[in-house]
């Protein structure tokens, strides 16, 4: 089973609201990504959990804050976003910090 | 720093034609090479992959792919290309020696026609 599941598939939220996105796997992996990816373009790092430490932060904003509460699950928690920042949102996790990743469905948001 | 190249962001072909997908890549040591593949809206797919060994690598889907050293490239190929692959490809490489920072190329958009 190589699956990662993602909730929401769609969020819509105001520039004020607080919400947060959530990603599970069950493979036993222990490290976890989030990646932004905008329209017709690649998906960019924002963060990744190895052994549940946050271990790369790729410059992201502090309204976007990580968690990762146990080895199977990732959470980014999402407060005072701008428009710019609606994107489709991207969970993954590998063996290791050395495997092959493996992608969730994303989260699509929209920032209003 | 490790980048792609994907010289071709919007490729047709017929159904039941080949395929090939071109990807480039630097790195200064031998690198961690990887095929993704995005429906509308979807997350990424694993095709394949290649970390050492045999420079041509199968995937799923009927997907190849070889790696070339001496011309920095790994590209993508399929004899015969169904509808249902029509999707946006990515060529990503990620850091060999244990580091987990995977960079993406731009993307290759392929449309199939009947």
């Known amino acids: 089973d190589t699956e990662v599941t993602q909730t929401p598939k769609h969020l819509v939220m105001g520039m004020t609201n607080k919400k947060s996105l959530k990603c599970e796997q069950h493979?036993?992996?222990?490290?976890m990504y989030w990646y932004k990816q905008k329209a017709k373009k690649p998906p960019e790092l924002m963060f990744v959990?190895?052994?549940?430490?946050?271990?790369i932060n790729e410059s992201v904003p502090s309204r976007f804050s990580p968690e990762c509460p146990n080895s199977s699950l990732l959470n980014l928690h999402l407060h005072a976003l701008q428009p710019e920042d609606s994107a489709l949102y991207l969970c993954a996790s590998s063996q290791d910090g050395t495997e092959t990743q493996y992608f969730g469905p994303g989260t699509r948001l929209l920032v209003l | 720093a490790q980048s792609v190249t994907q010289p071709d962001i919007h490729i047709t072909v017929s159904e039941g034609a080949s395929l090939e997908l071109r990807c480039n890549y630097s790195y200064g040591a031998t690198p961690y090479l990887f095929w993704y593949v995005q429906s509308p809206g979807q997350g990424l797919q694993l095709l394949l992959k290649?970390?050492?060994?045999?420079?041509l690598v199968q995937g799923i889907k009927g997907f190849e792919a070889e790696f070339k050293r001496s011309q920095s490239s790994f590209n993508l190929r399929k004899p015969s290309v169904h509808w249902s692959d029509a999707a946006e490809y990515f060529c990503?490489?990620?850091?060999?020696?244990?580091?987990?920072?995977?960079?993406f190329g731009t993307g290759t958009k392929l449309q199939v026609i009947p």
């Open positions: 959990y190895s052994y549940e430490k946050l271990s």
């Open positions: 290649y970390f050492s060994g045999d420079t």
């Open positions: 990503a490489v990620g850091e060999s020696g244990g580091y987990q920072k995977v960079t």
């Open positions: 493979m036993g992996h222990r490290a």
